[in-house]
Each structure stands twice: as structure tokens, then as C-alpha cells.
């Protein structure tokens, strides 16, 4: 039972144009969502997040949308440069829904841009 | 780099043999959590710790493993009489928020 899917096992962009990466998830009780990025031997590097009050947040190049009522968000790097490449793992959390904190991570997309 | 730090970052043993995975947070964090990940999946939650508590342990296998945040000192995550399945990356996260802050890793593998 996958409770976040990243159904994109992979990605392949132009340098310079827009990366949309997805993200759908199935359980309503999730309240605040999580981007990170992850080169390979090394620890998930944290991105952007949300909460789901909120419909869009911000920070430079990546911007985080949520559609709470497709429970469906994604993250959109824009420009997209050839540092990008690496895996993208989208997490969820209850925080207020009594799961502590813990992060459910989807399976996550390889983002490769061209230079 | 006050970064979380992990040691090992690559731990071999032989079946039936302890690992000790070691997990140190960043400065003026509380909150740990160990994860696992296998080959082509994404991260597994594992435990959830405070300094001395363990407070979720939902994603741990009920035998073998083991964790603890000492009052002084790392986190450690400990899985006795290891079988090839648990050969994985392991890592740490830390936070005093709901960011998570993640360590390199543990890559364990188990002859």
C-alpha cells in the first residue's frame, strides 16, 4: 500500500526549460508535504515544502503546487540547470494527524538535464 | 559543518554478526529518526527518537533491531544476527521543526 507515488520513474528536460516533477498521495490525513533531492552516496538534501493550507510556495527556482482535492502536488524547477540532476523524492507527513512526524517518501523521479 | 553526521558510511558483515550504525544530530536538535532504503525504493521509516525515548517505533522489524539517543552521545541503531536482507542504506534525519535534516548514510552490506 503506497501511500505517495511518484509514477515517473524518470525525467529528461533541456537545460533551461521548466522540470515538473509529480507526486500523487492517498492518504487525506497528510497535512504538509516535502520536496528533497538526492545525489547518488550522499543523504537526501531538503528543497521546499508546504503545507496544506496553502496552495503554492515558493523559494528561487522551485516552486511546490498543491491540489488538495486531486491530492496531487508537484515541484517545477524553472530554469532547470544541469546541477539538477539527481533523484527527487517527494514525503508526507500527518504532523497533526498523530504520525509523530514521520516522513512517508515516494519512490522518487530521476531528473536528468541536458545540457 | 554542524550538519547530522553518520558513521560508518560503509559497514560490511558477515551473516549472523551485529551492526552498529551511529548517528550524531545537528547542534540543538532533538529529534531523530532512522530510515532505510533499498535498492530502487525510496525511504523506509523506521524509528523515531528524543533524547532517551523512543517515541515511534511503527516501522521497525519487531526482532533484531534495536535504537537508542542516549542522554550523552549518538544515536545508535543496532541489528543483530543480520541476514542478506538487510543489506540497505540507512540514514538518519534530524529536526527541531518539521524539516527533516538527513545524514549521509550507512551503506551496510551483508556477506
Known amino acids: 500500500d503506497q501511500q505517495v507515488k511518484q509514477n515517473s520513474p524518470s525525467l529528461s528536460v533541456q537545460e533551461g526549460r521548466i522540470s515538473i516533477l509529480n507526486c500523487d498521495y492517498t492518504?487525506?490525513?497528510?497535512?504538509?508535504f516535502l520536496w528533497y533531492k538526492k545525489y547518488p552516496a550522499e543523504g537526501p538534501t531538503f528543497l521546499i515544502s508546504?503545507?496544506?493550507?496553502?496552495d503554492k510556495n515558493e523559494d528561487g527556482r522551485f516552486t511546490v503546487f498543491l491540489n488538495k482535492s486531486a491530492k496531487h502536488l508537484s515541484l517545477h524547477i524553472v530554469p532547470s540547470q544541469p546541477g539538477d540532476s539527481a533523484v527527487y523524492f517527494c514525503?508526507?507527513?500527518?504532523?497533526?494527524?498523530?504520525?509523530?512526524?514521520?516522513?512517508?517518501f515516494g519512490k522518487g523521479t530521476k531528473l536528468s538535464v541536458k545540457p | 559543518n554542524a550538519g547530522v553526521m553518520q558513521n560508518p558510511r560503509h559497514l560490511v558483515r558477515r551473516r549472523g554478526q551485529e551492526a552498529r550504525l551511529r548517528c550524531s544530530p545537528m547542534?540543538?536538535?532533538?529529534?531523530v529518526y532512522w530510515y532505510r532504503q533499498l535498492p530502487e525504493e525510496g525511504l523506509k521509516f523506521m524509528v523515531y527518537?528524543?533524547?532517551?525515548?523512543?517515541?515511534?517505533e511503527s516501522g521497525m522489524p519487531k526482532e533484531r533491531f534495536s535504537a537508542e539517543f542516549p542522554k550523552e552521545g549518538p544515536s545508535i541503531l543496532r541489528i543483530q544476527q543480520v541476514v542478506r536482507g538487510d543489506s540497505a542504506a540507512y540514514f538518519c534525519?534530524?529536526?527541531?521543526?518539521?524539516?527533516?535534516?538527513f545524514g549521509p548514510g550507512t551503506r551496510l552490506t551483508v556477506l
Open positions: 508546504i503545507s496544506s493550507i496553502k
Open positions: 514525503a508526507a507527513s500527518a504532523l497533526y494527524g498523530g504520525s509523530q512526524g514521520n516522513l512517508i
Open positions: 547542534k540543538g536538535h532533538s529529534h
Open positions: 534525519a534530524s529536526s527541531e521543526g518539521i524539516e527533516q535534516f
Open positions: 527518537l528524543q533524547k532517551e525515548n523512543i517515541i515511534d
Open positions: 492518504n487525506s490525513m497528510f497535512d504538509y
